[in-house]
């Protein structure tokens, strides 16, 4: 063999190791990463009111979710997890409907704006995102309380809306800049209502934004503790953030927890999986 | 051409419902943390709330160690973070977004669950809940936030710069250092404000993680608005303001690194 062809393959041979040692690096972390979630889990899967203590095998705490009834101990299941449930996705869709009607509308508006007023309120849509939730979650409840306004599922509500609209406001933004910027006067001209040409012509375009501007709002909505806890008042309203947490200070954890979170992280690996595929084909359709 | 102004200006109209929804629910109430900082229970101005924080050595000592815990995660998450990205947006894998999405996903379980998950196993392996394990969650939580926008920049890089460089005769660490670091500084900003201001502003996860051992500023200001009861609000609203202050500076640090970077692309 040449020393050519020997370097050649010592070459390659490192390329291997280094190519393999990298994607090591990533499976370390992601085993790191996901970890807990595992644990979560497997944790599922056992009885014992304890996180952490495994008592067997066991599907109980799945059929405990589902029944609402704890058949060994003989008792409900906390019936405030099941409101905690509701009121998270009854404020997750609101918020995230009005943030997507509000910010649309927004986005048109400061696109049809001139520079200097767009710049300013570009600056002041920014503040929720920039804002970390305390300080969100502060003022407004500050607010709240020099209005006089007594906190609860309305306060909340308004509390998602101011940290859900500044996003879809920057997804709807790039369609109107890469839209035709006639079309809409267009429409006017041959004879339609501003209505209709906001329904028939300026929404269809702006639809894509749209929605991964709810999608994201929906997110941050079932996400966030901060902002819900300096909002929801004392009556009792709870979303799953935050009675976790208030579950967590108590010393124990709902075990149900563990199945319902299993299954939500279950299904939302499910659909990215289906629409990895799906991009996927539709990007081989493009190829060929 | 008068019809088309009108149409414009009225088009304009529509983010009025906004802009008024921004001016009650965001600057009013930033405001109002300004009122409640510099006033006494009563609404008479002062400002003892400031004096009384700098002269409680627990308080300033608190804000000190928060900034501190902070900072040590942001550079723990770029050391943790930076190869990750650097390795995923340089590898050609089949489905390099595949990657990206794993590291994301964890996300999406809520974020105090996973916390709690993330003591459950400091308890399995008989670790103690101190600062290792406030450090080891805080990166845990934050560091898809360092990863992402790096992961981004490297993705949008131009390869055919690297492969210039290398007919140019760069080495392999002139080739990243002079210029795959340099193009991936806009995405390190970026990462290092997305996990620094939530660290320093964190008020939940360090309870959980240590077991209520230690105290970070966010639940120092949490503290007075829940147990202090309303006369503890306007000291709040001090802290709160420092707290703002700080996140402030940071951002505006970001968004200058933007301005730069943008010459930069420009020129």
């Known amino acids: 063999m040449s020393s050519a062809q020997l370097e050649a393959r010592r070459r390659s041979r490192q390329l291997m190791a280094k190519r393999i040692g990298g994607q090591a690096y990533l499976w370390l972390l992601l085993i790191l990463l996901y970890a807990p979630i595992l644990l979560i889990f497997i944790f599922s899967f056992t009885q014992s009111k304890v996180f952490g203590n495994w008592t067997g095998f066991t599907f109980h705490l799945y059929e405990n979710l589902f029944t609402g009834y704890d058949s060994t101990a003989q008792v409900r299941v906390d019936p405030n997890l099941y409101r905690a449930i509701f009121f998270t996705v009854v404020i997750a869709i609101g918020a995230a409907t009005i943030a997507t009607l509000l910010g649309t509308l ?3 508006g400061l696109f049809n704006m001139r520079s200097r007023a767009r710049k300013s309120i570009t600056f002041l849509n920014s503040i929720p995102m920039i804002n970390p939730d305390i300080l969100t979650g502060i003022s407004l409840f500050l607010l709240f309380v020099f209005l006089g306004i007594s906190r609860g599922l309305g306060t909340v509500l308004i509390a998602h809306v101011v940290f859900c609209t500044p996003y879809v406001v920057l997804s709807v933004m ?4 890469q839209m035709n910027p006639n079309l809409y006067e267009a429409a006017l001209d041959l004879g339609a ?7 028939k012509v300026m929404l269809p375009e702006l639809k894509p934004g749209m929605i991964s501007g709810f999608i994201l709002a929906l997110t941050l909505s079932i996400d966030d503790f901060g902002v819900t806890f300096f909002t929801k008042g004392s009556n009792g309203l709870e979303t799953l953030s935050t009675f ?45 | 051409m008068s019809k088309l102004t009108e149409i414009a200006s009225a088009r304009r109209t529509w983010a009025w419902p906004y802009v008024l929804f921004l001016v009650l629910f965001v600057v009013l109430p930033l405001l109002l943390i300004l009122y409640y900082a510099f006033t006494t229970p009563g609404g008479d101005f002062t400002i003892q709330n400031f004096i009384k924080f700098f002269h409680t050595s627990e308080a300033v000592n608190t804000l000190i160690y928060s900034m501190a815990i902070a900072f040590i995660t942001t550079v723990i998450c ?9 390795i995923m947006a340089m590898a050609d ?22 916390t709690i998950a993330t003591v459950e196993l400091f308890n399995m392996f008989g670790l103690p809940l101190g600062e290792g394990a406030l450090l080891f969650g805080m990166c845990y939580d934050y560091l898809p936030f360092m990863i992402y926008p790096i992961y981004n920049t490297l993705q949008k890089m131009d390869r055919s710069l690297i492969e210039a460089a290398q007919d140019l005769g760069a080495s ?19 990462g290092i404000v997305m996990v620094f201001m939530p660290t320093v502003s964190t008020f939940a996860i360090a309870e959980l993680l240590t077991h209520n051992k230690i105290t970070l500023f966010g639940s120092l200001i949490q503290r007075s608005f829940g147990e202090g009861g309303i006369a503890m609000w306007n000291y709040g609203a001090a802290l709160s303001l420092i707290m703002l202050i700080i996140i402030a500076a940071t951002s505006f640090f970001d968004q200058e690194r933007d301005h730069d970077a943008q010459k930069g692309g420009l020129l």
Do not use: C, H
């Not at chain 1, 790039?174 to 800049?177: E, M, N």
């Not at chain 1, 976790?244 to 124990?252: E, L, N, P, Q, V």
């Not at chain 1, 990215?272 to 595929?277: P, T, V």
């Not at chain 2, 894998?93 to 996973?114: D, E, G, H, S, Y």
């Open chain 1, 174 to 177: 790039p369609r109107l800049t």
């Open chain 2, 93 to 114: 894998f089949k489905t390099p977004q595949v990657m990206a999405l794993l590291f994301i996903l964890p996300m999406w379980i809520n974020f105090l669950l996973r």
């Open chain 1, 193 to 199: 209502t501003p209505a209709q040409a906001l329904w």
């Open chain 2, 172 to 190: 392999k660490a002139n080739v990243f250092t002079k210029v795959v670091l340099p193009l991936s500084v806009p995405g390190i900003y970026s």
């Open chain 1, 244 to 288: 976790i947490y208030a579950d967590a200070r108590k010393g124990g954890l709902t075990p149900e927890l563990r199945p319902l979170f299993s299954l939500i992280f279950l299904t939302i690996l499910v659909l990215l999986i289906i629409m990895n595929i799906r991009t996927n084909k539709q990007m081989n359709q493009n190829k060929k």
């Open chain 2, 78 to 86: 770029l050391l943790l973070g930076y190869p990750a990205a650097y």
């Open chain 1, 106 to 108: 927004a986005a048109i």
